[in-house]
């Protein structure tokens, strides 16, 4: 069994690294994050040129019909970078919800557009209770002259100011149901929320009577929501692996030349011991991401519970890393002018994000048990 990424995922994550440092340094990281949407489009349309908008989208779409662990390979690195902006609610949140819940013409209307690198998209899915299970989901979807019309709130909804689409989940006579609707419909309210993370704004989303298309209901919202998170969910755990790698080498490089006693603190064992963890840390969350990134690809039956593996691992491992660097730095770590409080910004919104290590603790319990029960009645 082959452990590592092939030549060709090498090269994409190689070309994805030098992109993201020669477009997207971190002095404009900072630029962007002081507009409204942490959003540039000489950027979008650059990213857009090198196909990566449709990464994982079939190639009769004007996608590139590659995997879910090619798609981590980029996230990794643009985790690194802390991009900003509304890639990974486009690509591999409302694109990966698109993709699993849409007919092959409402693909064509849908997706292309957004491997052209025309169209912006988010999810508008959980709601007050902050809950990621469907069945929380309460805002209504009601018949209207032989469509659909919404009403309702949705809570924490990423780079929705910058969307151009918002694909949201409604109950439609009582099913779960997942719909697209044009960020400029009548009756679509976005209000900017107060968030830790400047790279990646949060809103609330308001829906007064608000046409929209059906794109799925019943079990087959079940099915595409299921699938278009857990999409996501390896997306943001590979952006979390990124993240930690850059936190260590910042950190590193720093206790080098940072002296105490005329000594290097990276000389002092407890300094050592901190980055030791941090490596850790980084590569275990590495093998995890990888790992759920293969089983989506290969439609493994523990792809779902590799998913929350990696999830949990890696939110809590980021979190912890950006604590380490920190501490490393010293007070010098909470300063505006340093980035590694950027990366932990970035950690500490992305470690709830789809859910907290509790909901995926308990998402991973359920999944044993419902496979207990199986093996049980099948005897195998």
């Known amino acids: 069994m082959r452990f590592d990424l092939n ?59 590659l995997g879910i662990v090619e798609l981590a390979a980029i996230f990794e690195q643009m985790g690194r970078s802390l991009l900003p902006g509304p890639f990974h609610s486009t690509v591999a949140l409302a694109g990966a919800l698109l993709d699993a819940a849409c007919d092959e013409g409402q693909k064509a209307r849908y997706l292309e557009p957004i491997c052209a690198g025309d169209v912006r998209a988010t999810a508008a899915l959980i709601e007050e209770g902050a809950d990621w299970e469907p069945s929380s989901f309460r805002m209504e979807a009601l018949r209207s002259n032989g469509g659909w019309k919404l009403r309702g709130r949705k809570m924490f909804v990423t780079d929705a100011e910058a969307a151009t689409l918002l694909v949201t989940a409604a109950r439609g006579e009582g099913k779960l149901a997942l719909f697209a609707v044009p960020r400029t419909a009548a009756g679509v309210q976005v209000v900017p929320l107060k968030g830790m993370d400047a790279t990646r704004p949060l809103y609330e989303v308001s829906f007064e009577d608000s ?20 999409v996501a969910i390896v997306a943001l755990a590979a952006e979390m692996v990124g993240g930690m790698q850059r936190v260590l080498d910042i950190t590193v490089a720093y206790a080098k030349t940072r002296k105490q006693f005329d ?19 980084t590569e275990s969350s590495r093998s995890a991401v990888y790992y759920a990134a293969y089983a989506l690809d290969r439609k ?22 950006g604590n380490r660097g920190i501490q490393i730095h010293g007070g010098m770590g909470f300063t505006w002018e340093n980035d590694v409080h950027l990366y932990y910004r970035r950690a500490k919104l992305s470690e709830n994000a789809y859910g907290t290590a509790a909901h995926h603790r308990e998402r991973i319990a359920r999944l044993v048990v419902d496979a207990a029960a199986i093996q049980a009645t099948t005897g195998t």
């Open 7 to 65: 030549e060709t995922q090498k090269l994409l994550a190689k070309s994805a690294r030098d992109f993201l440092t020669n477009e997207c340094p971190m002095a404009e990281v900072r630029r962007m994050m002081e507009t409204t949407t942490a959003y540039d489009a000489g950027l979008w349309k650059k990213m857009a040129a090198q196909g990566w908008t449709g990464i994982i989208f079939p190639e009769q779409h004007d996608g590139m019909g």
């Open 211 to 230: 046409q929209a298309e059906l794109l799925a209901a019943g079990s087959a919202a079940e099915k595409a929501y299921s699938r278009g998170l857990d």
């Open 263 to 281: 000594k290097p603190i990276g000389q002092f064992q407890a300094v050592q011991h901190m980055c030791a963890d941090m490596y850790l840390w």
């Open 300 to 321: 493994l039956p523990e792809a779902a519970s590799a998913v929350s593996v990696a999830k949990v691992y890696a939110g809590e491992a980021y979190r912890e890393a």
